[in-house]
């Protein structure tokens, strides 16, 4: 089982979830869990090779999105969770689509931060050239260039420096068998993005997202149940650079009807 972890709170009978990114751990939500500990019990994950998660043996050579979203539910199973919020960052927001199709009584409101919806010609390129940069570049320097491309600015420089240090946990045969997601992951996106979503959702993103915003936008603009926020001069990991803005849109968004998720 991935590794997880859990933050009770006795006076809630409500459940949150969170699904980081790639390359990235539970110490990535550290600053919403200080902001919804009160609120809720809290299930923190690290997925598959990810933080504290110990290999998985026998592990397959390549993942699927089948593999993962089974790794998130094992936990949720185990906990006898039969329903929960969600919060996901980045590719968290992709496994979530995956989690929300195969299980969707799972699911009750989700945040999508830094959201990932639309295969545009930016994201074809970077994934194709990730493609090409593995088989000359060691993987650090690869993940190294690859957080510069997607957090260019100087306010990105603490987000930046979080996921660079995470990602060192990964070895460069667990970050292959996460780039062999690839060839799923632009079919699951058209999916998606075709599908009026079953679920309320929240989408916030940051106004220097410049690779993923503009998707997440036109998926918002046909999906009744989703509201889409911009967080100015913020950039991809928009839970960190701007985590008190994203923090107050959170809690307003689960909490401010109390009935919501019982």
Not at 8 to 30: L, M, Q
Not at 105 to 119: C, E, L, R
Request: hydrophobic share 40%; aromatic share 12%.
């Amino acid at each position: 089982m991935i590794n997880f972890n859990v933050i009770p709170n006795p006076e809630s009978n409500i459940w949150i979830v969170f699904i980081h990114g790639a390359g990235g751990s539970i110490r990535t939500w550290k600053r919403q869990v200080e902001a919804l500990q009160q609120h809720a019990k809290l299930l923190l994950l690290d997925l598959r090779d990810h933080g504290a998660s110990e290999p998985i043996n026998p592990s397959p050579s390549q993942y699927d999105f089948e593999l993962i979203s089974n790794d998130i539910k094992e936990v949720m199973d185990h906990l006898e969770i039969a329903k929960a919020h969600f919060i996901t960052l980045s590719l968290g927001s992709v496994l979530i689509q995956d989690l929300s199709m195969r299980y969707p009584t799972y699911i009750g409101k989700v945040v999508m931060a830094g959201g990932v919806f639309n295969a545009n010609i930016i994201l074809k390129c970077f994934i194709q050239a990730a493609k090409t940069l593995n088989r000359i570049l060691p993987y650090a320097m690869m993940y190294r260039l690859c957080s510069y491309i997607l957090m260019p600015r100087k306010r990105n420089q603490n987000s930046r420096k979080i996921y660079q240090r995470e990602a060192q946990k990964l070895t460069r045969e667990a970050y292959m068998r996460w780039v062999s997601l690839s060839k799923y992951f632009i079919k699951l996106l058209k999916r998606f993005f075709k599908t009026k979503s079953s679920f309320e959702n929240l989408i916030i993103m940051g106004g220097q997202d410049y690779v993923f915003l503009s998707g997440a936008r036109k998926y918002a603009r046909n999906q009744p149940k989703s509201t889409f926020i911009v967080i100015p001069a913020v950039g991809h990991i928009c839970n960190i650079d701007g985590r008190n803005v994203f923090n107050n849109h959170v809690i307003q968004f689960f909490f401010d009807n109390q009935s919501a998720g019982k």
